[in-house]
């Protein structure tokens, strides 16, 4: 279809969402800075206070911009992403969802921590230390550490220099969070052990150290999964 006629035929409102991202990339807004007050907003899209306001709606909805009352309008600080994105929880079967979502860990994952090891510097070397500390103390507290070692994994996506796995988090965390409630302390001590053999070969820059780790620590979570499901249903 011709893309003249196509913006022709889309809503006034959607329009004005797709020029507010385009706003935003171009002006190098980054997440969590203000938007132009609405006046200024109106004046440079040329529309009224009504569309502008039902396209920031619009891109609130996509978790794009957040509204803040007397505040203003703000870029969000995880644009676009959700904490469900693929309906994750509307899925009943959580046994079989946790097993899947491991698996598609291991499709992406070992991958992801070869390249840490290969462009990681050392400030995020230590930043990725800082977690890997964090889940230990947690588990040795006796606390859920379900978050931290989502955090563990997502700053394993920014190592990468990969753009597309730190958005990723949400299924990560998904996986994460429903392996924490079946896990026994074994694999608690399992993850402790496996987070330092990850580290240790992305400090020593091993690539190929780095994946297997990565395919150690999944495989066992894997096995651990097994295993609790089989006790529960034999």
Known sequence: MDSTIQDKQQPLSERIATELI????????????????????CEQLNVGRSTLREAVRMLASRN???????SGIYVSDKPG????????????????LVLDLVDFRL???PRTAALAAQKADSKQLQELKDLALEVESL???????????AAFH???GELSGNLIMPNLEPILFSSIELFAHMCTQNSREETISSHRQIVKAIESHDA??????????LTLNRNSLIYFIKQVHP
């Open 22 to 41: 385009a706003h935003i990339v171009q002006s190098g807004l980054q997440q969590g800075d203000k938007l132009p007050n609405e006046k200024v907003l």
């Open 107 to 109: 499709m992406v994952e």
């Open 154 to 156: 997502t700053k394993l």
């Open 64 to 70: 794009i911009l957040v509204v803040k009352h007397g």
């Open 139 to 149: 588990i040795a507290a006796k606390k859920s550490h379900a978050r931290a070692d």
């Open 81 to 96: 992403l959700s904490d469900d994105p693929l309906g994750l929880a509307f899925i009943r079967d959580k046994e079989r």
């Open 208 to 217: 190929i150290g780095a994946m297997d780790a990565m395919v150690m620590h």
